[in-house]
C-alpha cells in the first residue's frame, strides 16, 4: 500500500494548460505503475492515462491523445498529468493511483489518491 497526495487542480479557460502532481510515500515508486483516472459529476470514473515504473511506456485514452502527457520522476517519487488545449469536457476530478499490473483496469490499482478538482470553462 502506498499513499498519494495529489495537487494542482483548478480552474482554467477552454484552450488552456494545467499541470497536475502526484507524489507518493514509501521507498518503492519505482515498482509501482501509476495511473490517471477521472470523474465527472453524475458519471463513471474513467481511464485517462498510465506509465510503466521506469517511464518506458505509457498508454493514453483517446479521448486524450494527443493533448494530456502522463511523465514521473522516481527521484522525486512523482508522477505527473500535464494537460494542454483543455475543453469543457475535461471537467473532473481527477485521481492517480499506483498498481502493480500492467493494466488500466480500475480493479488493478492498490492506492488512490484523494482526488483534486480540474474545472474548464468556455
Known amino acids: 500500500q502506498v499513499q498519494l497526495v495529489e495537487s494542482g487542480g483548478g480552474l482554467v479557460q477552454a484552450g488552456g494548460s494545467l499541470r497536475l502532481s502526484c507524489t507518493a510515500s514509501g521507498r518503492t515508486f519505482s515498482s509501482y505503475i501509476m495511473g490517471w483516472f477521472r470523474q465527472a459529476p453524475g458519471k463513471e470514473r474513467e481511464f485517462v492515462a498510465i506509465?510503466?515504473?521506469?517511464?518506458?511506456?505509457?498508454k493514453y485514452a483517446n479521448s486524450v491523445k494527443g493533448r494530456f502527457t502522463i511523465s514521473r520522476d522516481n527521484a522525486k517519487n512523482t508522477v505527473y498529468l500535464q494537460m494542454n488545449s483543455l475543453k469543457p469536457e475535461d471537467t473532473a476530478v481527477y485521481y492517480c493511483a499506483a498498481g502493480v499490473l500492467w493494466n488500466m483496469l480500475p480493479f488493478n490499482f492498490r492506492s488512490w489518491g484523494q482526488g483534486t478538482q480540474v474545472t474548464v470553462s468556455s
Open positions: 506509465i510503466t515504473g521506469s517511464g518506458g511506456d505509457t
